[in-house]
């Protein structure tokens, strides 16, 4: 259910790590427990953000939730698509549904990161 290629926060965000560049999203886990995603304010392109800061808010029919930055580092691109297709973040959330991308600032900040094991581990124990 998690690809096992990315890094996890604790708080459902996961990152693809392309060289200095991570691409950010939202798990499974916390899509399913959002339910249909209905808007996402993005970030602004240029922005810098700090890991663990809240950099967009997703709205979906059950809640309003922020989401945090994985890593530090500028804002480079957001993915456009989701102000007209929210749904994608439901829909394909590890690949059209990602929401945007950051030249990561420090590359250490990584090794703060669930690997996929940790992060199912993390996710089984909030079901309880």
Known sequence: MY???LK?????????VEGHEGVVGLTFYAQDHLGDIVFVELP???REVTQGEAFCVVE???AVS???SPVSGE???VNENLASQPDLINTDGYGEGWIMAVKIK???ELDNLLD???YEKHASEEEH
């Open 106 to 108: 420090d590359m250490a």
């Open 8 to 16: 996890y926060t604790k708080t459902h965000e996961w990152i693809r």
């Open 66 to 68: 922020d989401c945090y």
């Open 3 to 5: 690809p096992k290629d």
């Open 116 to 118: 996929v094991e940790a």
């Open 44 to 46: 602004e392109v240029g």
């Open 60 to 62: 979906s029919v059950k």
């Open 75 to 77: 804002v480079v691109r």
